[in-house]
């Protein structure tokens, strides 16, 4: 059935003739539908990468190297997002906002739909690890150029007395995101044979992540091409800007917009990826019931994010963010001990984590932006976000899982400190730089 545009626009109006307004609401549910595809998306090949892919693909190594390599490939999609990113804002300035977003799209539902169909080692060879390496890369490039910038305009559309509820509605995404892949991956493992899940069992989550990319791509364009949506993210200044006057421009709170949320995402792949590998290869507990586990822990983590909300408009976002930074820096001191010590300490690590997930997490996205100014914020939100995952995110399952192998799992709480680290300094450089510009 076909709607008139006049319809369309006339629905939208409001009655009024003035500046079509969007809600911050309207606004939050599409950063939600954006993030929990993308989490999603992100998860169903996280979970892989821990379980599947190096008996899929790398049966010619033992396990332990087929987990690093399987991890170095997981690792390319992060590599490849800043270039999905600057190549996605050439093609909105020259075309607009909704061709730039189906091409991203239907490029991450090509890749996920290859990787659902890709055959396996004991097939192609060595040809199927690069396809799957090649896979990779574009959902990376994808991933960089689904940016639509609803998260920058539902910041800057928040009451100012409630932007961390507003700032934590998109970060539900990943939480609602791995709920679904893990529950997925859990219920396959425990009801078919491991013949049958290693055949052809895994490659369900893909297909679902494959359906759940086309939904979220017609509803997230819904919102995006409509006048009202034009009209904010145009009056807002949330347009790309050449890459080169934003590095020369705002290049430092680019970094430091990279930097600020490490503490989250190093401990985002610590909970979620790593305790999967490092259980199947080092401890006895049953997969099936540690992915059900975390299933339970994304539950608590909805629950931290929206507790994060309350706290950040209580005590502000940089704050909030700092504290929380501070209490994975002491979590970090037990984290090792919980990990070894057991399938009920396990179990603790794992529950204990996604709270605190949750509530840093919660705050981790746009905490520092606003110094970007109105004209930086589509492109330096994005390029930031882009970094944070790379240098936070990308080699956390890789790095944790040699470092513990190879010299035990202290080193975990130094991966995870060296994060907490890394946020409260960016925080503190962040806020010398607010009240530098503020003088001047």
């Known amino acids: 059935m076909s709607v008139h545009p006049q319809a369309m626009a006339s629905a939208h109006d409001h009655g009024a003739k003035g500046d079509p ?32 892919f190096p008996r899929v693909f790398f049966p010619f190594v033992d396990d332990l190297t087929g987990a690093l390599y399987s991890f170095a490939i997981f690792a390319l999609a992060f590599v490849m997002r800043p270039l999905g990113t600057a190549l996605s804002m050439q093609v909105q300035r020259r075309w607009n906002r909704g061709t730039k977003l189906t091409a991203a799209l239907f490029l991450l539902g090509t890749a996920t739909a290859g990787i659902a169909f ?12 690069v396809l799957l390496a090649l896979f990779r890369m574009l959902q990376g490039m994808a991933m960089g150029g689904s940016w639509d910038g609803l998260p920058s305009l539902l910041a800057l559309n928040a009451p100012k007395q409630r932007r961390g509820w507003y700032a934590m509605l998109g970060q539900l995404g990943a939480p609602v995101g791995f709920i679904v892949a893990a529950s997925l991956f859990a219920y396959l493992i425990g009801n078919l044979s491991e013949k049958d899940f290693f055949d052809w069992g895994w490659r369900y ?44 421009v705002k290049g430092r709170h680019v970094v430091i917009g990279a930097f600020a949320p490490l503490a989250s ?62 209490a994975i820096a002491m979590f970090s001191g037990f984290a090792p ?104």
Request: aromatic share 12%.
């Open 265 to 326: 995402y190093a401990l985002f792949h610590i909970v979620t990826i790593f305790p999967l590998s490092w259980v199947l290869l080092f401890e006895e507990q049953p997969i099936a019931g540690l992915l059900w586990v975390q299933v339970l822990g994304g539950f608590i983590a909805i629950g931290g994010v929206l507790a994060s909300g309350l706290i950040a408009d209580r005590f502000g976002r940089v704050p909030t963010l700092g504290g929380l930074a501070l």
């Open 21 to 52: 307004h969007v809600a911050p609401g309207e606004i939050a549910v599409g950063v939600v539908i954006g993030r929990a595809s993308e989490n999603f998306d992100f998860f169903v090949y996280g979970i892989a990468s821990a379980l599947v």
């Open 337 to 440: 001990t919980l990990l070894g010590g057991g399938e009920l300490a396990q179990d603790a690590f794992i529950l204990l984590g996604f709270l605190l997930l949750g509530l840093s997490y919660g705050q981790s996205s746009g905490a520092v932006t606003r110094n970007l100014g109105s004209r930086y914020r589509y492109t330096g939100a994005a390029l930031s976000t882009d970094f944070a995952w790379l240098i936070g995110a990308a080699f956390a399952p890789l790095v944790a899982l040699w470092v513990c192998a190879r010299f035990g799992l202290a080193f975990l709480g130094v991966y995870l400190l060296s994060g907490a680290i890394s946020t409260v300094v960016a925080l503190v450089l962040h806020q010398r730089m607010k009240r530098a510009e503020a003088r001047d």
């Open 118 to 129: 890709l055959p396996g080692y004991a097939t192609l060879g060595g040809a199927a690890i």
């Open 205 to 248: 989550p893909f297909f679902a992540a494959f359906a759940i990319n086309v939904v979220a791509l017609f509803a997230r364009l819904r919102l995006v091409m409509t006048r009202e949506y034009e009209h904010e993210l145009h009056q807002r200044e949330l347009e790309p800007v050449p890459l080169r006057e934003l590095v020369e």
